[in-house]
């Protein structure tokens, strides 16, 4: 159900499913091969080989990880900085 966005915030799609040897899980972590389901997307349209795709979050969402940086691993901390990169491109303040 996680809403994702490219590198330009443009909405892409919402995850319907996440397999791993063809068993569903949850959440995928750094390191697995996974296959991901989302409706309406075609590869080489919507998405192409190579292209970096986002969770959607909200600026709330943000700022509160950002209080409690020191619970996260510098993993998470370099996609979260990714992430407020990719929405400053719209908005200059966004999770100030």
Known sequence: GTEMINAQDERIAEIKAIQSENKPVEKAGKGMDVAVSMPNITFGRQ??????????????????????????????????????????????????
């Open 47 to 96: 998405v192409h080989e190579g292209d970096i795709l986002y969770s959607e979050m909200s600026e709330e969402n943000f700022r509160n990880l950002k209080k409690n940086k020191q619970y996260l691993s510098s993993d998470e901390i370099s996609v979260l900085q990714e992430i407020s990169a990719v929405k400053r491109k719209k908005k200059a303040t966004w999770g100030v």
